[in-house]
């Protein structure tokens, strides 16, 4: 029953491709897109059945389809594991997932290809489970290269545009090179524990017979090189603004809920490793706080609207990363919940508004929106008041616990923290005023367009800015559900629920101060002043650089990207040439040779009869003269 | 009831198809292949079936030279990737017109003949003589059929045949100096000869450089773009396909078992020179402007791999050498064949003159996109099944092996895609490209159909060759 | 002894026919004269037996050789029919004399007694001078009849000298006497001289290294038909004699004379390999390749007692590969003076059986599996390595990867190139020879063993 | 009769023979008449005939002069076909001078 | 100093001379006649080894028919001297280097290969008069008949090739 059951929650989206990729056309566009929202709809209620199933039994469903790979040290089979914290993600994923197909709908009705839009969505889905619920590393990898590939496709969805190519390239290329990093952690994993399975593996390593030290830290840092990658963290982040080239939906389902996330369940899920090795974690924690200032520091000049929230959304990982580093595994994955919630309704928003103005994207060129939609001003100002931290809010909460287990952890990475969210606030905020407020700057034209998005759009927006401020109560303070329903995941750690001590308090204030005084700056420049900010060009000093990214990108093109190309044209040009022209050396060298050897048959037959008595000569007294 | 069998039947195709005709010789040239393809898939039941299909013949008595064949588990794999592999790249090429068409099937089911009996001989000199019949063939093919301007074509195919054909010889001396110590060339006569240290070096030495140029590894590799791009794309696909597997299988069947002390002592060196091969490979195909240059020089970073995997010397490495094996066969013929499909509409091979592919012809775009994908061994694919477990071998030997060895998948992701980028996507061509016949889509789609099934579940093969594998890693290891 | 006296009364017969004017009849009669020879030597096959005083002695090994010789003359012979056509008057002359140079060869190959040795050396070469001077009117051919007959004069003096030495020291010309005193203790310096001035003629003949610089110009000068009588048969008789002597003379292989062969194999194999690679004249290539072949031959003088069966299947396998290759030769050049690479061109097109037969006969040459060649140069190897001198076969190997080199430009030729003159029919005997001949090849490459029990 | 060798001894007649010899072939190289080559061809052939019956007196047998007559028919055969040669040559070139038979080289 | 010793260096200063004569006379009708006298010191010697009727063969085959045949063809195409032009002289100093080269060689091997000295048996009765000669050239089983009988296939293909070379092709069929 069980098997079946989970066949049918992975195979869902599966079948939902096959159809749209192969019968799209003839289903005509409604019936791909509805096809493919009720797909991941099934999966999602067999997610819900398993999920409340999970909650009372507490027992974890491991299926075994068949044996995969073999290999000498290790048995490599193709099956799944439901437990608390692969179902707990499938939740949100295929929540949201669901809700944006809805959206997608009718956000991409007047793309002639949606067909294959959906199809893909639909395959991106399927691996994402895969990823979540495969019962060992290997199964995992292939969700994590799965993803990679449906976001290569994606984002690259508008082909005919080739910068949009290049961007799925490098995006491709990076997870790769992170992908490289988790194959390398796969190795040492199966070979110093003999095992890839997460439920062997968990028991042998809490078990403590078979740890190597040295093996351990280096298997940590592969594994967290492969997360980095996915999830945008310090050197593979650049991949994540440029994939905004891809329609907003999939900047919402990809970039912002589902795939990023990936690597911090992948460390979750093997967060018995990383306990073992304290310097890796303190290495993830620093690079997660560093990551989220840089990111934070970015957006703040950033004109286009997909860019900032991008960038926000490598901030807020590196909030998350900064948690994981300091061993606070659920109040991480509190965070991923919240900012899924609210970075998809922020997404979801500023679709409905590009979609709103025919896809324009640059903020200089909006503003006053407030009255022409309503509903979409209102779900993005509670995502973006979720976001910033302020009270009620589910962003409050996350954010709070990781800055207090960061104020104990290591005072400096709280302070860094801190100063992330105070600059969240602030560019939030701008990008609220400079699309909502004062008078619109975009054409006449669209002027007139001016309309709220239909229905489909605004619906999962309301539902999911309702999530973002319903979204904190699962783990407050006090009783958290969270903890209590992921404790059974971590057997070893004893549950330590935050006690609301004095400090707790003082650290709520500050925070909550930050936010404020953060929206208030914004306020004041962008809402009194009504400054908008200027063509590109006119960026001068540090904003000149934050804009372009402290030219991040071009560093990474000069230290890689130009000399392999300029080493492939050496090697083409000269290696090559040079191989071959030595190999056709002995060819001449013969004929060379053999052109002088022509000239020594000089045709005279004295010439002939000299070298004969020569010969002669020569060997007569070899053999008979002994000197 | 023996292997033999199989050996008739590639014969008797290659003669009937020369008999046949110009018109009909196509038709039966497929027919023989499948016939063939169904004969080794019969004989693998009763191999399975524990039936014992050895043959062996008295043939010459001066020297002791006896017409033996073994068939054993890793024999037939390399069979299936013969048999399979045939009937496509003869159905493959029914899209061009090909002048003095019975010489020219006649000629592919000779090479496959010819290829068949290497894998199977068991007999030092019969292998050598298989080996080297394999090579007139596509000689032949390359110069007779192949492209481009013919002064050029014939320096780069003479080039390519006499290299083969210098290092085959090194290794006739080294088998006539194994007969002089004994006695026979019976593949387990040589097994169970010990010879010394420095002997065995010299031998494999000697076989070295024969499958060095056949695989080919580094340095001895320049003639493989040159042929590829001039050969007919049938040549290329017979040459990457099953060709560079001959090398590789001799190296596990005959190489390493016969002087294992010498491969274990410079162990370090060769699986050096297969990952140099890798990067090397890698990072040349990057600036290519010929589509079939390209391609050629990522078979050579995949095959350095697959030498890399063999010379690590562990069921592993083997395993996944020869998964490996049969991996790429597949994926390079669909590539080169794609490479084909493109001519044929745009005829051209330079990649900056295509692009805007995807538009005109989606179904083609999205076939040629998995095999893409394949190369670079996305998981679920057989390609990911034999690089993984290579990887998984080279870093029981290093770690450092490994990561370099990974590198292939990045370097390999950044040329298959750009290749992908610029000859499918952006804007439309004004060459009309119409969308693929029923016999390419045929092909494309068998080939994707293998990689996928063997992709989820590679299980009946890696059951197939482990016993072989095993017993070669006992002789090794004795 | 009987094969000798059928022959010589073959050619008389020949000469009969000629007064009789029955020329039309002679090149059936001779071949079928021929045939019949053959068997009757065939059923000889086994019988160790001397004839007159130990003149003539009949064993396996002159049995065998003296068939080949045979055989490769009945396709001489069958070739001369075409290629005289323009002068008929001299047809029996011509087909005279290729069955006495045939005697001399049986003689130089079944002799017991030094004397017989030199009238069939004498026979042989005089004859061989005339043919190659025979088209009378030809520059070429005569430059070429004048230089092998002053090289060949030269060499028989040097021969008759070392007869004169080796008779000194041991006081007969019976070889059985001359072995068993070669290896008594106190014997005059000057057999050994003796016997190497003899291997130093006979050297001449077969065109090793330092004595080969006849042999490009001669083929090349003279006609056709007489390149491949020299090239096939008169090659393979001198090695054959040459490896008889030194086996019957039984004269104690020193270290020295040993380097002496290895150093004359090297030279003749590289040399030969090189020289060829520029040639655009194929007669002039063939010779090379031949100079190259003497050198490969010479590996099997270094050991005798095991290496006789390896000569004869060599020696099979290089000669019906040089008739087969000739027979087109003949068919392609019968028409323009100069056999340049040029006149070959498209010939895959135009003749493909043709074209087909010299591709095969020349990859036999090579060494390519399948054709006897391949087998040949094995058998040579193995026999080498025995012998101890692993570094004479690999530098063995690596000249045969050069002579690749050069057959493959005339492949190449054949198949690469536009046919430029198109062709009309082909005399049926250039073709029936031709495929027998190379089918002979893959015969014996197919059942090496046929050949190798012999001996 | 006592042997004549007794008084001259056999060595000297080796001598002559080789120094006749070594004439002969310095003949052959020297000359550019083809004439003259002939006949230096002779004295190398009638040099060997000397040795070869100094060696018969030497064993005391008739061997070797039954040789020399085999060897004198060889010469005269020998010089038929190569004066025959020479005519041939000389219809064709004028000359009988060994040097400009030339142009079969390369 | 026996008679018989000083004969023979007479005979053979005689033919050392003559030959050296013939090589190098300008004149080739010269060089003929002091080949003929050559050949008759050579019969000389013969009869000093008591070989009269190898002395007799010898003129009349060598005196009487090669060098009538050589004179022939000197007559034929009228030579005479001023037309002998002489090899460049680095050919004809390499050709005597080469030459003396050889000699010593060859001469020192022999003197250092010590001859049995000591005195040459005598068999008593003649070996080589005709009748002796005549046994053992065509005696069937212990002599040379089947080499006598193969000289005559060497002369007869001597005869051909002569005629052959120098036939007019005439026409008729």
Known sequence: MDTTLALVLILAPLFGFLLNIFFGKQLGKTLSGAIGTFTVIVSFAVTLYFFLNITETNQAIQVKLFDWIAISDFKVDFGFLLDHLSLLWLMFVTGIGALIHLYSISYMHDDENMHKFFAYLNLFVFFMISLVIGSNLLIMFIGWEGVGLCSYLLIGFWYKNQDFNDAAKKAFIMNRIGDLGLLVGIFIVGFVFKTIDFAELKTIVLAGTMNNEMWITIAAIALFIGAAGKSAQIPLYTWLPDAMAGPTPVSALIHAATMVTAGIFMITRLYFLFDLAPLVQDAIAIIGAITSLVAATIALVQTDIKKVLAYSTVSQLGLMFLALGMGAYEIAVFHVITHAFFKACLFLGSGSVIHALHNEQDMRKMGGLRKAMPITFITMLLSSLAISGIFPLAGFWSKDEILMTAFHGNPVLWVIGSLASIFTAFYMFRLMFLTFFNDFRGTEEQKKHLHESPALITFPLIVLAILATVGGLISLPGNSWLNHYLAPFFPNKEHIAHALGQTEYILMAIATVGALVGIGVAYAKYMKQNQVPGADATFTGISKVLYNKYYVDEIYDAIFVKPINALSNFFRDFVEVGLSAFVFGFGKVANELSFQGKKLQTGSIGFYLFIFVIGFCAIISYLFIEL | ?478 | MTTLIAITGLGVLCLIFEIFNLRKGIIPVTIIGLLATLGLTMSEYGTEASYYNNMIVVNNFSVTFSSLFIILTTFIVAMSHNFYSNHPTKISDFIAIKIFILAGAIAMVSFGNLAMYFLGLEILSIGLYVLAASERLSLRSNEAGMKYFLMGAFASGIVLFGICLVYGAMGSFDVAEIASLSRSAELPAWFFIGVVMIVIGMLFKVAAVPFHFWAPDVYEGSPALTTATMSTLVKVVAMATLFKLLVVLNAEMTYAFQMVIVVLSIASMTVGNIMALRQNNVKRMLAFSGVSHAGFMLMTLLSLSTAAGTLLYYTAAYSLAGIAAFAVILYVCRHNENEDIVNFHGLGKTNPVLAAVLTGALLSMGGIPIFSGFFAKLFLFSNTIESGYLFLVIIAVINSIISIGYYFKLILAMYGKEPNEERTATPVLYYAVAVIAILLNIAIGFFPSLIMDLM | MDNVLNHIGIENYIFLSVILFCIGVFGVLYRRNAIIVFMSIEIMLNAVNLLFVAFSTYHQDANGQVFVFFSMAVAAAEVAVGLAILVAVFRNIGSIDVANLKNLKG | MSTVLIIFYVLSAVTLSTAFMTIFSRNPIHSAIYLVICFFSIAGHYLLFNAQFLALVHIIVYSGAIMILLLFTLMLMNLNKEDEVHKPRLTRLGAVFSVLATCGILLSIFLRSKPIMGDYDTTGEDYQSIKVLGKVLLDQDNGFMIPFEFVSVLLLVAMIGAVLLSKKENSAK
Not at chain 2, 98 to 104: E, H, Q, R, S, T
Not at chain 2, 204 to 220: D, E
Request: hydrophobic share 55%.
């Open chain 2, 1 to 478: 009831m023996d292997i033999s069998l199989l050996l008739i039947i590639l014969l008797v195709g290659a003669i009937a198809t020369f008999l046949a005709g110009d018109k009909m010789a196509s038709k039966v040239a497929l027919f023989f292949g499948l016939v063939s393809l169904g004969c080794t898939l019969y004989l693998l039941s009763l191999f399975n079936a524990g039936q014992n299909l050895d043959l062996t013949m008295a043939w010459i008595t001066k020297p002791v030279i006896s017409f033996s064949l073994k068939a054993d588990g890793l024999a037939f794999a390399m069979l299936l990737l013969n048999g399979i592999l045939t009937p496509i790249i003869i159905l493959s090429s029914f899209g061009n017109e090909v002048k003095n068409a019975k010489n020219f099937y006649a000629l592919i089911l000779f090479m496959s003949f010819a290829m068949a009996g290497t894998f199977l001989a068991s007999d030092g000199l019969l292998y050598y003589i298989f080996w080297e019949l394999a090579l007139i063939p596509i000689y032949f093919i390359a110069l007779i059929w192949g492209n481009g301007d013919a002064e050029e074509r014939k320096k780069a195919v003479v080039k390519f045949f006499i290299y083969t054909l210098a290092g085959s010889l090194f290794m006739l001396t080294a088998f006539i100096y194994l007969y002089s110590k004994a006695g026979s060339f019976q593949l387990e006569a040589l097994y169970n000869l010990d010879l010394s240290a420095d002997e065995q070096l010299w031998i494999f030495l000697a076989f070295f450089f024969a499958y060095a140029v056949k695989i080919p590894l580094i340095p001895f590799h320049t003639w493989q773009a040159n042929v590829y791009q001039k050969a007919p794309t049938v040549g290329t696909m017979l040459l990457s396909g099953i060709m560079l597997k001959m090398g590789l299988y001799s190296v596990i069947r005959w190489q390493l078992p016969i002087a294992p002390m010498a491969a274990k002592e410079y162990m370090n060196i060769f699986i050096g020179l297969g990952i140099a091969g890798v990067i090397y490979g890698s990072i040349v195909a990057l600036r290519q402007r010929d589509i079939k240059k390209l391609l050629a020089y990522s078979s050579l970073a995949h095959v350095g791999l697959i030498a890399a995997g063999t010379y690590a010397l562990n069921l592993d490495g083997f395993r996944g050498a020869v998964l490996q094996m049969m991996a790429h066969g597949f994926v390079v013929v669909g590539l080169f064949f794609a490479a084909e499909i493109i001519y044929r509409r745009l005829d051209t091979r330079i990649i900056s003159e295509m692009g805007g592919i995807r538009t005109q012809a989606p179904a083609f775009a999205s076939m040629f996109m998995i095999l893409v994908f394949a190369s670079i061994s996305l998981p679920s694919t057989f390609n990911f099944i034999g690089e993984f477990t290579v990887l998984y071998a080279l870093f029981q030997v290093d770690m450092w092996f490994a990561i370099l060895g990974g590198l292939t998948i990045i370097l390999g992701a950044y040329y298959m895609l750009k290749l992908y980028q610029h000859s499918m996507l952006g804007e439309t061509n004004t060459k009309i490209f119409k969308d693929v016949t029923f016999s390419e889509g045929l092909v494309m789609v068998s080939i994707i159909g293998v990689i996928m099934f063997f992709g989820f579940y590679p299980k009946p093969l890696t059951d197939l060759i482990t016993p072989s594998l095993e017993t070669i890693l006992l002789q090794i290891n004795r």
